[in-house]
C-alpha cells in the first residue's frame, strides 16, 4: 500500500527555535499534500495544502510566515515553524494524495506524525 | 453547521462481536466522497474505506463495510469480527468539491476480551 514517512517522529527544542518537518512519499510521486495539526484528543486540522512547484494555501487563521511550507519534489513536502513557541507544541501530521486503485478517486494517505514539543 | 457529525465520543464492544460508528455529513454538493480513517495510538491515520457520492453499492473492505444511506446523510462504519487491535479512534471525513477532507471529532473504539 501506499506509504508515507514523517521526520523526525518526534522533536524537543527551545522556545525560539526553528523547527523542519518533513513528510515524504516512499513509493509514489504526489503532487499535492496536506499538512495538518492535532491537538490532544481533537479531530484534524487542517493546516495548508502543498502542491508542488507552487506557493501553498493556506487555512484562515493560519500564519504563513511561522508555518514556512516547501514542496520542491513530487516526493517531498516540508513543514518549518519558525520561531516556535510553547504554544505550536502538537502533533503535526502530513497526507499525499494518491489515486485510489480500481477507483475513478483520489484519497490521502497519512504520514506516522510528528510530535512537537517546544519548552 | 457541523459539516460531519460523529454523535459518539466512545463505544465499546466485545471481541469477536460487530459494531457500527455513526457519521452523518451535511453537504448540498452533488458529487462527494466520504472515507473513514482509524487512528491507533500510535498517531498514524489509516485509511479503511471510500464511498462515492454517485456509488449505489456500499463500499466493503474486509471486516470493514460502509452502511451509505443516501437520504439520511449517513455513513456509518461497521466493523465486524472485531478484534482487540481495532481498539482506536475512528474518524469520518468528507471530500466535497475540493481536494480538503472535513474530519469528524472521531469515535473511540474500545475492543474488550
Known amino acids: 500500500g501506499a506509504v508515507v514517512s514523517q521526520h523526525p517522529s518526534w522533536v524537543i527544542c527551545k522556545s525560539g527555535t526553528s523547527v523542519k518537518i518533513e513528510c515524504r512519499s516512499l513509493?509514489?510521486?504526489?503532487?499535492?499534500m496536506f499538512w495538518y495539526r492535532q491537538f490532544p484528543k481533537q479531530s484534524l486540522m487542517l493546516m495548508a495544502t502543498s502542491n508542488e512547484g507552487s506557493k501553498a494555501t493556506y487555512e484562515q487563521g493560519v500564519e504563513k510566515d511561522k508555518f514556512l511550507i516547501n514542496h520542491a519534489s513530487l516526493t517531498l513536502s516540508t513543514l518549518t515553524v519558525t520561531s516556535a513557541h510553547p504554544e505550536d507544541s502538537s502533533f503535526y501530521i502530513c497526507s499525499a494524495r494518491r489515486r485510489l486503485a480500481q477507483t475513478s478517486t483520489d484519497t490521502q494517505y497519512f504520514g506516522p506524525g510528528t510530535r512537537l514539543t517546544v519548552l | 453547521a457541523q459539516k460531519i457529525t460523529q454523535t459518539q465520543p466512545g463505544m465499546f464492544v466485545q471481541e469477536k462481536e460487530a459494531v457500527t460508528l455513526d457519521c452523518t455529513y451535511d453537504t448540498s454538493d452533488q458529487s462527494y466522497g466520504l472515507f473513514w480513517y482509524k487512528q491507533p495510538s500510535s498517531g498514524e491515520m489509516i485509511f479503511l474505506i471510500y464511498?462515492?457520492?454517485?456509488?449505489?453499492q456500499n463500499a466493503t473492505e474486509g471486516r470493514y463495510s460502509l452502511n451509505f444511506q443516501k437520504a439520511r446523510k449517513s455513513a456509518n462504519l461497521v466493523i465486524s469480527a472485531s478484534q482487540l487491535g481495532d481498539s482506536a479512534m475512528y474518524f469520518c471525513a468528507m471530500r466535497e468539491s475540493t481536494d480538503k477532507l472535513i474530519f469528524g471529532t472521531g469515535t473511540r473504539l474500545q475492543v474488550f476480551p
Open positions: 513509493d509514489f510521486q504526489a503532487t499535492t
Open positions: 464511498q462515492g457520492s454517485y456509488d449505489e
